[in-house]
């Protein structure tokens, strides 16, 4: 019990310094400072969408760039026909209200993950990997060549999407929203994991024929968790379109993906606030390194590996010790 | 579209299977003997191609860059399997993902550092250069020597593990990991030996293909993601799988690139037609993998029954 | 972790309060890792050579790679103008991340001076008052190659381009003025490296040339293996898939091969020859296409620090506009869309002392600029 606490106590620090660091930087007047963590709230919003699946379920998947590049598309082609005044399909006009497109975006990513996670969940293991790999650079390719939305170029927000009440081109504003949305997603994944639905999933994760034995059809609720993960993935998608103002293929590319899941272990697969704190290390990272060597993949490749060689259960567990992981 | 424009694109595709293979037998062994998932597939391949371009740019000789590239990629394979691989056969699939896309980042960044940000030259020997008449068609002398290549290193493999003791060792892994134990076997040593072997072959389709492509930083990843394609539509751990799973995808995806776009030209306006058949070519051999995942989980020949 | 993050953001944070206040910041945001690292290197080394070469100047060059991904360069460019509270952004050498970064760059009243990568909205309707190409719209060269297509006489090409905006401003841009038969026109992948399904289509298509744009790898990996299929039809291009960066991988592949540019390492005039020469002193290799236009757009910005103070924007602009720089391909003017009016050389892949490289046959087009500047409002 003495973990659970200490991995209680630590979840609280993780979200604290989130919201702590950019409120410092909005009194210095360091409104990078603010984005980069609008960033990582984005980010990890992402991850915990896949740590549902991956960590709760126990479902590797290795498409997750697939919904995050839907959202993101939804944000952008929505926006796009609003700024132009263009209809999308059928007569349907286009919108600039996040509310909208995060409908949008999570019911569309919803769709395709029901539908992917249909076809995969007949697979596992490696198998499992790599159909959703599959199904990710369909969609990447597709974005790819499509000439419709600017293919490889992306697709420029110009004008960022309004929410009610809130100037979303303020940076502090901004970030409020996306950590109000990111701490809503950890009460749902805390809930969820509470719930019966989420014992029942870990239940099959560690032994499905005893899960099937007793009652609980393996297939019907692994693919609950794959949609709710993908819807979740799909939502940070047309955030960060959002944030940067700019949507692409390379949403969908299989590095992102892998990038999910490296935020993932890094924190510590399976624990409510990894993706928080795995988020954070890699823009981190990225941000300090990317700035002093040319050479910076070079060390966060050495740091990942060591990270999984050494220090099993993340960097959480490696503070919080082993246990916890639901 | 002549008959003649058809047979040359049929073996082109061949050729690029062939290749493939290459990449993909490596693969598909040490998934099957020792259960890895290696992501870092693509560096060794990379590798390769680099040490046979600076070797062959020395000595002047493609034959003594290709040695050198082969036996680079395979002591840096064996380095690899000593110092991190040999740590993660007993992890689960995820941390072999993670730690083998590590890899890939460090391999990159190192092999730049010490090659340069440009891409090497490497060329085709003298006595492969030009082409040759097979009657219906003039066709590379390089690519068909590239197709013999191929099918050498098929009918070598094969002879390898039915015949040989190292041969019956691996298969004795692949099918029942303890009992090779009780054999006797040195399991440490045989791991090493099949992934410097993979490793290997990897280097060697990398030079090989390095002369007639870009040897740069980064060409890994596009043949690896493929590789996992036909290794993943063959049935992991199956070489018969990978060699199918490997003509398959080289063929439809040559074909596809060939055939859609015109196809599509018998309806649609020409410009648009070239797009979305491009397009579409571009997905396809993604559209083969869950097809066939769909139909039967665990790709065309299950190596485990 | 968070006390090592904020104590790295201080030491940004220290790095921009020492900085001079009369200094002006350029930030840098270029590709120095990957595949396509070389020509960020060869943009960024011109860049500092022009500095080098300027002796005295109060530019504080701030370099970051972007790693070719287009996130990370929105990123960058946004710390840029917030934590280093850069006057001027430079150095994207993709369009796809141009695209990303430049339109919110210049909306924030900073000014972007693009060293490669000139996408057609950006010279058309997306035009900014902010944003100047040093280098070229992308369908120029193409332009260029499909104008001396005629001049060679040539009546049935072959085209082909990868499958994305660049790839389609480059047929369009070569269409736009050649005159004769296509004998085919293809889309490839991007990044494919196998192209002998494309080089059998060539083969049977019956054309009489053939122009391509494949830059970077693919067009190393095209060459090579057209080189081996014996097709043999003479070859155009835009000077951008035979340079400096890629010559030495293409090897006598590419030799003869007749391409078009806006510079040479031979064009004859004393800034280019100065270029070329110090530029191989000091980096121990031939400069390429990009680096002689980071140079020039490194000049090109000390010559309007020159005339008037960046925080007058007005001024400054005007400044740029003139563009009052001895560029090292000659003449060099700014159309009213703020890309380059030039002249566009055709060039040819030769050997000399054992190195390849290119060496101007003829002219194109004398004093030429983009057809998108009708789109534009300015």
Redesign the interface.
Known sequence: MVEARREFILNAVIVLALFAVPLWALMAGEPFIISLATRVAILALAAVGLNIALGLGGMVSFGHALYFGIGGYCAGILAHHAFSGTPVAFGLSGTNQMLVIWAVAMALSGLVAAVVGALSLRTSGIFFIMITLAFAQMGFFFTLSWPAYGGEDGLPIFVRNQFPGVNTMRPWELFLLAFGVLLVALVVFAMLRASRFGAALMAIRQNPDRAAAVGISPFGVKLTAFVISGMLTGLAGAMMADLSRFTSPAMMAWTMSGELIVIIILGGVGRLCAPVLGAAILVGFETLFGGWTEHWQLWLGLVLLGVVLFARGGVIGLIAGREGHG | MSLALVLEQLLNGVQFGLMLFLMSAGLTLVFGVMGLINLAHGSLYMIGAFCCAAFAAMTGNFWLGLVAGIAAAAAAGAIIEVTVIRRLYARDHLDQVLATFALILILSEGVRLIFGPFPLYLNVPDVLRGTVDLGVTRYSLYRLALIGFGIAVAVGLWLLIAKTRLGIQIRAGESDREMIAALGVNIRWLYTVVFALGAALAGMAGALVGAIQSVQVGMGEPVLILAFVVIVIGGIGSIKGAMVGALLVGVIDTMGRFLLPRAFATFMEPSQAMGVGAALASMLIYLLMALVLILRPKGLFPAHG | ??G???A??AA??LTTGMAQADSVTVGMITT????G??LG?DVRDGFNLALEHAGEHNIRLVV??D?Q????A???A??M???ERADILTGIIW??LA??VV??TVAQDIFYISPNAG?SALAGANCHPNYFNAAWQNDMLHEAAGQHANELGYENTFIMAP????G?DALNGFKRYYEGELAG???????Q??Y???I??I??SGADSVFIFLP??????FM??YE???VGLPIVSAGFSFDQ??L?????AALGVINTSQWSPDLDNDANARFVADFQEAYDRLPSLYASQGYDTANLILSALEAADVSDMDAFRDALHAADFASVRGDFEFAANHHPIQTVYVREVVEADGVLTNRIIGTAFERHQDVHGENCPM
Do not use: C, H, W
């Open positions: 972790m968070t090592k993050l904020k790295g953001l940004l944070a120095l890792s990957g595949g690292a070389g290197i970051e790679d790693a991904r287009p996130e990370l929105v990123q960058i946004e710390r103008i917030q934590s369009s796809n695209m990303a339109p919110s996408p499958n994305y905006p660049a389609t026109e293809l889309f490839t992948q991007v990044g490296t196998d002998a399904a494309e059998a289509q083969r049977a970077g790898g693919m067009g190393i990996s090579r293996q081996g299929s014996d960066d890629v030495p991988a293409m090897g006598s």
